[in-house]
């Protein structure tokens, strides 16, 4: 099939950089296969194109006041664009240059946790807030486990992409492959 024109690939982008950054909200959506029309709604792109100008001019605004946010905010964009802008490629929404753009958010999350412990009032306080840290961070590593867990099993892991992605023809077939691969062969056929 025929490369996108740059500007389809625009819009296109406009709409799953949004949809990629979700996904740090939304673990849940995570999968090896993303269901993502690249051929979706000009509106979409439209509404994708000024949540991205919205949140460039929000960190502009506060580059000097909070510059530590301001980078937070930009960075992400900073990081997705070389692969989310004018080059076309085949799947809009992945989740590898996810990676790159946490670096920003994880910074001022850790800068924010320093601050809440330094501004802590006593060691009661502080206690409070490094027990919250340690749950959140708790929760995070069992998630990453379950989610890795996947990774090891390629029957569950495409099993899981094609609950996500069902016209995924990609899905289908690695799924039909790994059920072969584990000698499960009445299903791979299926």
């Known amino acids: 099939s025929a490369l996108r024109p740059v500007s389809e690939n625009l819009l296109a982008s406009a709409r799953a950089i949004p949809e990629m950054l979700s996904l740090w909200i939304r673990p849940w959506a995570l999968s090896a296969d993303h269901a993502f029309d690249a051929a979706g709604h000009v509106g979409a792109a439209v509404a994708g ?3 991205l100008a919205g949140l460039v001019a929000i960190a502009l605004a506060l580059r000097r006041r909070i510059p530590l946010l301001a980078f937070a905010i930009l960075w992400p964009l900073v990081a997705l ?6 080059v076309a490629k ?8 996810l990676y790159l753009a946490w670096l920003g958010p994880a910074l001022a999350l850790g800068a924010a946790v320093s601050a809440s412990l330094a ?3 006593n060691r009661a306080a502080r206690r409070r807030v490094a027990g919250v840290v340690v749950a959140v961070l708790s929760v995070l590593a069992a998630a990453s486990q379950w989610r890795a867990s996947l990774g090891r ?4 892991l495409w099993l899981d992409a094609t609950a996500k992605a069902p016209e995924c023809s990609r899905c289908w077939n690695n799924l039909g492959m790994a ?7 009445v299903e791979a056929v299926a």
């Open 49 to 51: 194109l000024l949540l």
């Open 81 to 86: 664009l070389p692969t989310n802008s004018l």
């Open 90 to 97: 085949i799947d809009l929404v992945t989740e590898k240059p």
């Open 119 to 121: 501004a802590a009032s």
């Open 153 to 156: 099993d390629p029957v569950r």
């Open 179 to 185: 059920r072969l691969l584990a000698k499960q062969d």
